[in-house]
Nanobody, 122 residues
Framework: QLQLVESGGGLVQAGGSLRLSCVAS????????VGWFRQAPGKEREFVAR????????YYADSVKGRFTITRDNAKNTVYLQMNSLKAEDTAVYYC???????????????WGQGTQVTVAS
């Protein structure tokens, strides 16, 4: 069973940058779509970005387009989320997830990491 571990969260000033990592273990990301989601206090989990491991196609939520970039490293079996020009409203717990469908719907992803906190101070 695929296991995912996120890292890279932290506290950053508005306008700053962070890079999140998601490492897969037990199985590889091959053939999976890997997505990043986030959940702020009192809000529903929302889609941020996804990458198709095989085709490299990417898709972003409008709220992060142009600021966030999702990439992958085959050799390290890792997906990254580079977050630039961070805003206070980006504050949330960020989760990576893996599934077989290219979708922004969280229910379609059966595998999830434990999450990493990102806090953007304004």
């Amino acid at each position: 069973q695929l296991q995912l571990v996120e890292s890279g969260g932290g506290l950053v000033q508005a306008g700053g940058s962070l890079r999140l990592s998601c490492v897969a273990s037990r199985l590889t990301f091959s053939n999976y779509v890997v997505g990043w989601f986030r959940q702020a206090p009192g809000k529903e989990r929302e889609f941020v970005a996804r990458v198709n491991w095989n085709t490299l196609s990417t898709y972003y939520a409008d709220s992060v387009k142009g600021r966030f970039t999702i990439t992958r490293d085959n050799a390290k079996n890792t997906v990254y989320l580079q977050m630039n020009s961070l805003k206070a409203e980006d504050t949330a717990v960020y989760y990576c997830a893996a599934g077989l469908g290219a979708t922004q719907y969280a229910a379609a992803y059966p595998y999830w990491g434990q999450g990493t906190q990102v806090t953007v101070a304004s």
